[in-house]
């Protein structure tokens, strides 16, 4: 095939990528949110280009070179990557499935889209931040031109990323527990490569700087115009394009014929039968985390974001010198798994939302039942504030009102999306492809994130010694008064119940 027809078809799959989701059932209704996206997205290269000068200026008298320290912190850079990458991006053998029926080979069509991952914009965002840093630091010491030559080896480094990214990615999809490996490997670097101090010796040992030091004498020889580091990066990219195109060609029948390998487990959970009806449908939410691959993604990432930061609060110094980042960060661990949750109200009910509406009241009912199970949850960071209390950094006052607060204020704001919510969750697709984020979903996620911030800094700021009180109360108004707010809740639901239904269908059989 002559590469005139290479490029043919490149921009063919590119252009029906495009129509496709033009034409996808849900466009109209995400117009919004799409938009939405894309100021989030210029506030937040808006973001980097001011920490570009910002830093750029302020490493310019440090007892080593500003560049010195960006380019040793490469690895801080790749964990930051990879986290954000996980909640954006797919992998190729997801974006085949609609080429199948077109005459075209799969393993031209996976090059296809590894190419495009390497071309994507995504790896310039990072430029946002190095292009004025570099701008500041690098001209007067290496001229122009080695700026653009490292800008230019970063760039390499990011699309490089894209490809380790996907290797991963496809790894974890077929088991989730993978994800552990590289949770464990960017902890390690971002940890070890952002820490200097006394705490962070005694778990790495005296050594840990040599990742920073590592990184730092490899720029160097970027900067210095040496064509081993540009060698060694080209063939880093060969090796994950090659390794990324045998595993994902092997995912693509998995991947098309959506095999489910699983055993499905009788589990009576008599311990809820005590409870009525609410029980059965504590049953169905335990049940819905344990059998759905969407809904128990969705479960494990927030459990797992709660125990990272319940985790650094507790058994790390990062936050003990400043009172309201503790605070918040722990306000944040009792809310980050509601908001991960609770922002999809009645989406995963969609599926069977016809059954649910054949019993009266049934739908209050289940609306309880998501109530107290997310209240559970919250004896886990709980649990693991209890060792910050016993080290002194904190008092039991202090996380129960944290606790109270979510409960009672924060979690009753995320209940009012089971009344706006109309888009169906396939629950045993791949995470990125479920469903689409309303407009509705981001605020009020933006608003259950950081409203409690700003309440908590007004309370800390006027009256600190009684914030902790004044937040346990509040929420305790709120737990007490649950069965009237779900009510309201349940109420407004079944006035919209048949445009709710209608959307439900519709984005079901999408």
């Given amino acids: 095939m002559k590469a005139k027809e290479y490029w043919r078809l490149y921009r063919l799959v590119s252009k029906t990528k495009g129509l496709g989701e033009k034409r996808h059932v849900m466009f109209e209704q995400n117009r919004a949110m799409k938009w939405l996206g894309y100021l ?49 991006t797919e992998t190729p053998a997801q974006e085949v499935k609609p080429f199948k029926l077109m005459p075209i080979s799969t393993k031209f069509l996976i090059n296809i889209f590894l190419v495009r991952r390497i071309l994507s914009a995504f790896n310039l965002v990072w430029l946002f931040f190095l292009v004025p840093f570099g701008l500041i630091q690098l001209p007067h010491y290496y001229g122009l031109g080695g700026f653009f030559i490292w800008l230019f080896a970063w760039w390499l480094v990011f699309a490089i990323h894209s490809q380790v990214y996907l290797l991963w990615r496809t790894i974890i999809n077929r088991n989730f527990l993978y994800a552990l490996i ?14 200097d101090d006394d705490y962070t010796r005694t778990v ?50 998995r991947e098309i014929a959506e095999v489910q390998e699983s055993k499905v487990k009788s589990r009576e959970m008599t311990l809820f039968n005590r409870f009525g009806i609410i029980g059965e449908y504590l049953k169905l939410e335990v049940r819905s985390v344990i059998r759905n691959a969407v809904v128990r993604k969705q479960f494990l990432l927030g459990v797992f974001f709660m125990l990272l930061l319940s985790c650094m609060t507790a058994f790390s110094p990062v936050y003990d010198n400043n009172l309201f980042m503790k605070a918040y960060i722990s306000m944040y661990c009792y809310c980050v798994l509601a908001t991960m949750t609770l922002v999809n109200a009645m989406c995963p009910e969609g599926n069977y939302i016809d059954g649910l509406m054949a019993r009266k009241e049934s739908v209050l009912s289940l609306l309880k039942a998501k109530y107290y199970f997310n209240l559970a949850m919250f004896l886990i960071p709980f649990c693991v504030f209890l060792v910050t209390v016993f080290q002194g950094k904190s008092t039991i006052g202090e996380s129960l009102g944290c606790m109270l607060f979510s409960a009672g204020v924060v979690m009753p704001a995320l209940f009012q999306m089971a009344v706006y919510n109309n888009i169906t969750i396939d629950m045993n697709k791949k995470l990125t492809r479920a469903g689409r984020s309303s407009k509705m979903q981001i605020i009020v996620s933006f608003v259950a994130l950081f409203g409690p911030m700003i309440i908590m800094y007004v309370l800390m700021t006027v009256i600190p010694d009684y914030s902790s009180l004044i937040l346990g109360a509040i929420g305790v108004v709120g737990i007490a008064t649950h069965p009237l707010w779900l009510r309201n809740v349940y109420n407004r639901f079944m006035a919209r119940r048949y445009k709710n239904m209608d959307g439900f269908r519709s984005s079901r059989n999408a």
């Fill in 40 to 88: 989030f997205a210029a506030f937040w290269c808006a973001y980097l280009l001011f920490f570009g000068v910002v830093f750029g200026n302020a490493f310019s008298d440090g007892p080593i070179e500003g560049f010195d320290i960006i380019d040793g912190g490469l690895m801080v850079f790749l964990a930051l990557d990879f986290g954000i990458r996980f909640m954006l």
């Fill in 182 to 195: 590289p949770i464990a490997i960017y902890a390690f670097f971002f940890y070890a490569g952002l820490f």
């Fill in 204 to 253: 790495f040992g005296d050594n840990v700087q040599w990742l920073f030091y590592s990184c730092l004498y490899w720029w160097r020889g970027v900067l210095d115009g040496s064509i081993v580091p540009f060698i060694t990066l080209f063939a880093i990219l060969a090796v994950f394009f090659f390794l990324n195109q045998v595993v994902q060609n092997k995912s693509i029948y």
